[in-house]
């Protein structure tokens, strides 16, 4: 089963027409119709199993799908801004088949992923990055930013974003914690592929 998550309206058009062309089942998880739009125009590359590097940087990289994907835009922003940091987002569109290229080369590159989702941290586009890591033999800081496994709290989008630190101030405080976790320094990964 392909599994998708578009970050807005415009993208879920795009994700719709790709879907068209898939032999067998597709389930696509979208937002609420609330959230503010992430893109401008449809005019950019959509494929389905391919990620997209939304903003450019160095020293993290937040993997993100669905309303994570303009939040953390707006973190790399100010973090940049108000700190100096250099934030990688990606917006990994597609869960199933995973773009395990990207999230190799921001493991190889940053030696730090957070993953932001509108879901349980069990089971979905976390696990699915946490494996692919895992697989690889190279070790990186990783943590999964989503919901808890418990009973969900009912409430307004933004309101709901906040307490589950899944808005822009929530992720920010999340990628200072993260740059703070130590690792271990090992340029040559061959021998442990």
């Known amino acids: 089963m392909t599994v998708i998550v578009p970050a807005d309206g415009v993208e879920t058009a795009r994700a719709v027409r790709a879907c068209m062309g898939i032999d067998g089942p597709v389930y696509m998880r979208i937002g609420r119709g609330f959230e503010p739009p ?6 950019y590359d959509f494929e389905i199993g391919r990620a997209r590097t939304v903003h450019d940087g160095t020293d993290i990289a937040v993997i993100t799908c669905g309303i994570g994907v303009l939040q ?6 100010s973090l940049l801004e108000l700190d100096g940091l250099s934030v990688r987002v990606i917006n990994m569109h597609t869960i199933k088949p995973i773009d395990r290229e990207a999230i190799l ?4 590159s940053t030696r730090r992923i957070l993953t932001v989702e509108e879901h349980n941290t069990i089971g979905g586009l976390g696990d699915a990055v946490g494996n692919v890591i895992a697989e ?10 989503g919901l808890n496994d418990e009973y969900s709290l009912v409430g307004y989008p933004e309101d709901l974003y906040a ?31």
């Open 136 to 145: 690889s033999g190279k070790g990186c800081a990783f943590s999964k930013l």
């Open 72 to 77: 953390a835009v707006e973190a790399a922003r």
């Open 163 to 193: 307490h589950y630190k899944l808005d822009a101030d929530g992720i920010m405080a999340t990628v200072r914690e993260l740059l703070q976790v130590e690792f271990e320094e090992d340029e040559d990964w061959e021998d442990e592929v």
């Open 105 to 108: 080369d921001a493991v190889t």
């Open 38 to 43: 992430f893109h401008d125009s449809e005019d």
